[in-house]
Each structure stands twice: as C-alpha cells, then as structure tokens.
T-cell receptor, first 112, second 113 residues
C-alpha cells in the first residue's frame, strides 16, 4: 500500500546549518507530495506541495523536488534559524483516493 | 493561514465519560477529516466526510467513536466511553477534494484521567 518514510526522530542543528530531511514514498500511481510543518500548540500547516516529476516546491527558504525515479521528496534549507524549530511531515495523496498518508514526523531543533 | 476552527482546545475527562469535540471547516470545503495525533506525533486517520456523507472510517471509529457533519452545523467527533489510551491531540482538517491540500485546525487536546 501507499506509504511515506522520512527521517525519523529528532534532528538538532545550529543556526545557519544546512538542513536535509529525507522523504521517500511508495505509491502505485502518481501521487501529490506535501511538506507540512507543525509548531508547538498548533495544527500542521502546509509548507508546499508538488504534483509532477521534477516539480520543485518552495516556501520560506525551504524547498524540495519531486523525483519519481528515486521516489523521493527531500526537504532542504540552506541556512536554518531558531524559528524553524518545529515538527516536519512529509505526506502524499493519490488521485482517486480520499485520504492522505503522513510520515512519522521529524522534530527539528535549531540551537542559537 | 488555515481558518479551520476547533473547540474546545482542551478537554479533560474521566475514564468512561463521553468526550465531544467540534470542528468548523474552511468555508467552501466539502471534505472534512479527523485524525488522532499521539505523543510521538504520529497521525492516525479516523474518519472523513464529503458534505454530510462518510467516505471512510477505521474500525476503531466504528466501535466507540462517532462523528457527524450535519449541514449548517459544526462537524463533531464524540468518544462514547473514554479510555486512557484516547488521550491525544485530535485534529480536524478540511479540503476541496479528498486528495487536495488539507488545512488543519489547532486541534483539541484530550486528556483522559
């Protein structure tokens, strides 16, 4: 079945470090891929999405490129800030289905 | 920014008590989802609706959980007899289509003592 596997657990970085959170997916069709971010005390909010192979999504300095060949949608940011500390989720949805599949989340802590 | 409204933000119940939470989806969004998020941040899908009709629900939902999305009223999720394991953050999300971007509310944090 459909699934999303992302970097699990916690990631700790210093400000201005480079961030990569890996996301690989398994889907039978051509899914839409999403990155969501959840700050403490809030619900998840969309960072960006991508629907086609090689499409790049970006927002707030974060970016990811849809790669059907490697079934990946890795999240990257060149220089993280303390305010980026949050939990990040990779997710997918498939045409014809009424549901999402979320990864288990990656907790990012940025140390000033 | 999401305009999904969830109430209450916090709910404390004793074991065996009913727990009810509500959600107002974004205006114009016919699809509503309920998720349970545990302390490890994992999402568990519970149920979703298109307008007032149930699209999918998991077995757990069929037993102690009930949900509805009546027209012109908030959607609701109710646990008939709360258990300690139900303590979690309950998230409501809405979208234009089931596979489209989901917009989440802030959640209702349930604590079952």
């Amino acid at each position: 079945g459909d699934s999303v596997t992302q970097t699990e657990g916690q990631v700790a970085l210093s400000e201005e470090d480079f961030l990569t959170i890996h996301c690989n997916y398994s889907a039978s069709g051509y899914p839409t891929l999403f990155w969501y971010v959840q700050y403490p005390g809030e619900g998840p909010q969309l960072l960006f999405r991508a629907s086609r192979d090689k499409e790049k999504g970006s927002s707030r300095g974060f970016e990811a490129t849809y790669d059907k060949g490697t079934t990946s949608f890795h999240l990257r940011k060149a220089s993280v800030q303390e305010s980026d500390s949050a939990v990040y989720y990779c997710a997918l949805s498939e045409p014809g289905y009424q549901n999402f599949y979320f990864g288990k989340g990656t907790s990012l802590t940025v140390i000033p | 920014n999401s305009k999904v409204i969830q109430t209450p933000r916090y709910l404390v119940k004793g074991q065996g008590q009913k727990a009810k939470m509500r959600c107002i989806p974004e205006k114009g969004h016919p699809v509503v989802f309920w998720y349970q998020q545990n302390k490890n941040n994992e999402f568990k899908f519970l149920i979703n609706f298109q307008n007032q009709e149930v699209l999918q629900q998991i077995d757990m939902t069929e037993k102690r959980f009930s949900a509805e999305c009546p027209s012109n009223s908030p959607c609701s999720l109710e646990i008939q007899s709360s258990e300690a394991g139900d303590s979690a953050l309950y998230l409501c999300a809405s979208s234009l289509q089931g596979r489209d971007t989901q917009y989440f509310g802030p959640g209702t944090r349930l604590l079952v003592l």
